[in-house]
């Protein structure tokens, strides 16, 4: 049974006041709503956790729901026939403000929203729509509605695992989540007795237990009047919350397992994406009126880059009929991870296992490298790109962040850290001295906690370099330049030991002591 997709569109209107970007000329926006419907038992979704647990219609199909965004070419005739997807950080749009050079915005419209008009002026068509199911309305996020897995018999129920840190001093209540953007999985109890709370200075540290009378599930509610105690405040009792009247201490890991019902099929993200993209290439109904698409490309940064080697590794990038998705990916400072999305009881927006907070998130977790190798530890053989008929192309990109938190090097190494070549469909390039997030408007030099100035070196330029390239090497076979990366054949890839000791001894600067410490399931 095929896929179904049908678009609704609420609202559509010309995007910068109409402003004509050079040959392509005006651009307009569209908004509106994406309904999918999968058969669970077809082999596009295999894999998918939960799927056959959904609910299902009188035909035997799941249905969900995304919201969508594209600017267009308003002649469609005068672009480039090119669709560049922006995996929405946490539901946030992102292309324009890194490509663009334009303010952050989830809802862009104005010729300031357009920044230095780049994709606009190449013709592409941008496209956005919301993969992450569970994400909260609020800051206009694009949200993802996605059914509830349950069993026959009632609630699927089982362990969730999270970690809450306070940033100040008389933080008292979290969602269960952690982040107020996100759907906590409530809890199957209220009573505290029946979960456990510890505490912990450092990731590794011995958990100190938190007694059951010391905290409870409940959340702080604030009226608008006033009592003669001052403002109204009451404590209701809450399956999505954690509160400590005496507060959380700043800087302490705190560390709930409780047991949770309702998981959402969060899976289906990837299954949204290929679907909404193959229905955009190549549907004859052309619903949205974008003409003929001959290629697509897709960007991803941290969460998102590790998203896209995670959708390419599962095997979205074939859709429904076996045809090819993107034609190019280009994930930026994912370091090594995936996005560890198709597993009950996941939290989507947690960070990718830091080496203090979330460390125990498996954001890391073999085959690391698009190339295929063996895992020493466990024998295994694996590579994200598997797939020759169907793989994309692969722009790979990284800072310094990622070699020091994100493992970054697992992309171009074993796992004993040899030097791993690459398939010639793959580039991958280290981008010196940038930040995990190089603000394209950065702000002046400041210190904030850190000993010395934050680098506010501009990457958007490099940015663009990367879709011009990736577009020539699709389309045209014109190769872009070799990967630039360490190595360990020319030294410049080295163990901790070899550089702290070839690092200058620089008086009152401070180094690392030590390599970022992989958590579960890392590397």
Same mark, same amino acid.
């Given at each position: ?54 609910p299902l219609d009188a035909d035997g199909l799941v ?47 104005t010729s300031a929203h357009a920044g230095n008009g ?54 008292? #209540? ?16 209220l009573n505290p007795r029946e979960a456990s709370l #510890? ?178 530890? #466990? ?145």
């Open positions: 049974m095929t896929n179904r997709v049908e678009l609704s569109i609420s609202d559509r209107f010309a995007f910068a006041d109409g402003h004509a970007f050079g040959a392509v000329g005006a651009y307009e926006r569209l908004v509106g709503r994406a309904r999918f419907a999968v058969d669970p038992a077809a082999p596009p979704q295999r894999g998918i956790t939960d799927l056959d647990k959904a249905h969900f729901a995304a919201d969508f965004s594209i600017l267009q070419p308003a002649d469609p005739s005068r672009g480039n026939r090119r669709i560049f997807f922006d995996y929405g950080n946490r539901g946030n749009k992102r292309m324009l403000q890194f490509f663009n050079d334009a303010p952050a915005s989830n809802d862009p419209r780049f994709l606009m002026r190449h013709g592409y068509t941008v496209v956005w729509l919301a993969w992450q199911g569970d994400l909260l309305p609020g800051n206009g996020r694009m949200l993802l509605d996605l059914p509830v897995a349950r069993e026959r018999s009632g609630p699927i129920t089982g362990p969730v695992r999270a970690e809450y840190i306070a940033n100040r001093p008389g933080v008292t #209540t979290f969602p269960l989540s952690g982040h107020a953007s996100t759907r906590s999985h409530p809890s199957v109890s #510890t505490r912990r200075r450092y990731p590794y540290d011995e958990r100190i237990s938190v007694p059951p009378e010391n905290w409870c599930f409940a959340r702080v509610e604030g009226g608008t009047g006033l009592d003669n105690q001052g403002a109204e405040q009451a404590l209701v009792p809450s399956d999505t919350h954690i509160h400590i009247p005496g507060g959380f201490e700043p800087g302490w890991i705190y560390e709930l397992v409780y047991t949770g019902r309702d998981p959402l099929v969060l899976g289906l993200g990837h299954a949204t994406v290929r679907d909404f993209i193959s229905f955009l290439r190549y549907s004859t109904e052309d619903a949205v009126g974008l003409g003929t698409i001959e290629k697509a490309y897709a960007w991803g940064r941290s969460q998102t880059g590790r998203c896209l080697r995670d959708f390419v590794y599962r095997g979205f990038n074939a859709d429904a009929a076996g045809r090819k998705v993107f034609d190019g990916i280009l994930p930026h400072v994912a370091g090594a991870g995936r996005m560890w999305l198709n597993h009950r009881f996941a939290n989507a927006v947690v960070s990718g296992g830091q080496q203090y907070e979330d460390h125990f998130n498996v954001a890391d977790s073999f085959p690391f490298s698009y190339a295929e190798t063996t895992d020493h530890l #466990t024998g295994r053989t694996d590579a994200i790109l598997k797939r020759p008929k169907t793989d994309p192309l692969v722009v790979h990109t990284q800072t310094s962040t990622e070699y020091w938190q994100r493992r970054s090097a697992l992309v171009h190494t074993d796992t004993r850290g040899n030097d791993l070549p690459q398939p010639p469909t793959v580039r991958i390039y280290f981008w010196a001295s940038s930040q995990h997030f190089a603000d394209p408007n950065p702000p002046p030099l400041e210190r904030g906690i850190r000993q010395n100035f934050l680098n506010t070196v501009a990457t958007s330029m490099l940015f663009r370099r990367m879709i011009d390239a990736m577009d020539r090497w699709a389309t045209d076979g014109i190769s872009p330049p070799d990967s630039r990366i360490p190595r360990r054949a020319d030294g410049t890839l080295v163990t901790f030991e070899e550089w702290r000791r070839q690092f200058p001894a620089i008086p009152g600067v401070a180094t690392p002591h030590g390599l970022h410490r992989a958590g579960a399931g890392g590397g």
